[in-house]
């Protein structure tokens, strides 16, 4: 683990390999880099140059409350990328993590050379739906993690999995549980202020794979579909039976359509 101060703000990260574009994980709340152990494991370990980092509020960086909108979660990861000295890379990003990559899109497309979206929408949010996340957001800070936790893992996990993969479940788990209130709550808050991202992704012209479960919770296969017809070129890979958790879920199909997808880069 590394930490680097981004705009006054401590970021840690895991920087893994040397070869090859660059490819950034960003994860989805309430969780942490952890959720791309076995991606790390896998692709870092093959020799390929991977960089994980803890979003602001989440993890082992620095909680910031309020409200944290997604172009500054955007401009965090280029901050991370100047200081590391990178340019050009592919990014991927699960759930919230994917609006993230496709606002770092937005903002610097010259730099995105790949991208990779899972259990991910790229619409804005209803009326309906910013007032949702504002009341979690609420509620978080009322409450704290434990119980939104406990009743959030079985949109987070099929229920199939999670007495399949019980190790699975107990780090998806664990991670919400550790996640900072006031860090995940600025982050809902934000994320009720974000874009439609479709005419980003129709501009977008480099190669793309587009992951979604047939059990998730949060995403559709119309969400599915319509990003893979935004992004020319792109590779849609639809998992049966799996939940909002592709990476873990389905580590082994999730890494093998990454390897996939690197080598068109």
């Given at each position: 683990m590394a930490e680097a101060k981004i705009d006054g703000v401590a970021i840690s990260y895991d920087d893994?390999?040397?070869?090859?574009?660059?490819?950034?994980?960003?994860?989805?709340?309430?969780?942490?880099?952890?959720?791309?152990?076995?991606?790390?494991?896998?692709?870092?370990?093959?020799?390929?140059r991977v960089i994980a980092?803890?979003?602001?509020?989440?993890?082992?960086?620095?909680?910031?409350?309020?409200?944290?909108?997604?172009?500054?979660?955007?401009?965090d990861i280029a901050g991370l990328l100047d200081h590391l000295g990178?340019?050009?890379?592919?990014?991927?990003?699960?759930?919230?993590?994917g609006q993230i990559a496709m606002e770092f899109c937005r903002l610097f497309a010259g730099r995105v050379r790949g991208l990779i979206l899972a259990a991910t929408f790229p619409q804005a949010d209803t009326e309906e739906g910013k007032r949702v996340r504002h009341a979690a957001a609420d509620r978080?800070?009322?409450?704290?993690?434990?119980?939104?936790?406990?009743?959030?893992?079985?949109?987070m996990v099929a229920p199939s999995a999670i007495t399949a993969l019980p190790a699975v479940a107990d780090h998806v788990l664990d991670m919400m549980r550790r996640a900072h209130p006031e860090?995940?709550?600025?982050?809902?808050?934000?994320?009720?202020?974000?874009?439609?991202?479709?005419d980003v992704l129709a501009a977008l012209d480099v190669p793309a794979l587009v992951v979604i479960?047939?059990?998730?919770?949060?995403?559709?296969?119309?969400?599915?579909?319509?990003?893979?017809?935004?992004?020319?070129?792109?590779?849609?890979?639809?998992?049966?039976?799996?939940?909002?958790?592709?990476?873990?879920?389905?580590?082994?199909?999730f890494n093998g359509a990454v390897e996939r997808f690197l080598a068109r880069l």
């Open positions: 893994v390999g040397s070869g090859g574009v660059p490819l950034v994980f960003v994860h989805g709340h309430p969780f942490d880099r952890s959720m791309w152990r076995p991606q790390i494991a896998a692709i870092g370990g093959s020799g390929r980092a803890d979003l602001r509020g989440y993890g082992e960086s620095s909680v910031v409350p309020g409200k944290t909108t997604l172009d500054v979660f955007a401009r990178i340019g050009d890379i592919a990014i991927a990003g699960l759930a919230m993590g978080l800070l009322r409450e704290g993690m434990a119980e939104y936790a406990r009743e959030t893992l079985p949109k860090g995940a709550a600025a982050a809902l808050r934000g994320r009720a202020e974000r874009p439609d991202y479709g479960g047939d059990c998730d919770a949060f995403t559709t296969r119309a969400d599915a579909d319509r990003m893979h017809s935004l992004l020319r070129g792109s590779e849609l890979l639809w998992l049966a039976g799996c939940g909002h958790m592709p990476n873990l879920e389905r580590a082994s199909e």
